[in-house]
């Protein structure tokens, strides 16, 4: 189970670093048509934001491992991350973008799953 919960923090610390990126240094290039309609939804300053939280969530899930202290920042990450997914999920919907949805659904539900794990293996 450890190997697992491993494996996926790893996949989603680097899919939200990745994602982060994008929001904090390329938001011009992918927001509002022809890429993701959602784009414009929000100003840029709050998609910095949510780029800079996704960063940080990313660092939650994988830092404590490293560093050997402050261990629930790894179930607290997973869990922020899951919201955050869902939240923008609901986001896509709106804008009809079900692909980008059912992405972040996926994602949530990963995410979930992790914290959940975390929290009852208690270790990080």
């Not at 994602?19 to 011009?28: E, P, Q, T």
């Amino acid at each position: 189970m450890n190997i697992l919960l491993w494996t996926l923090q790893i996949i989603l610390a680097a899919l939200s670093l990745a994602g982060g990126a994008v929001n904090v240094l390329f938001y011009d290039r992918i927001a509002g048509p022809p890429h993701l309609d959602s784009g414009a939804a929000l100003p840029h300053a709050a998609w910095v934001a949510i780029g800079t939280f996704e960063i940080l969530c990313a660092l939650g899930l994988l830092l404590p491992a490293v560093t050997r202290r402050w261990r629930p920042a790894a179930p607290i990450a997973a869990t922020c991350l899951a919201v955050e997914a869902l939240l923008l999920a609901g986001l896509h919907a709106l804008y009809a973008e079900m692909g980008s949805a059912a992405v972040s659904v996926i994602l949530a539900a990963l995410a979930a799953f992790v914290a959940y794990g975390r929290r009852v293996r208690g270790r990080a």
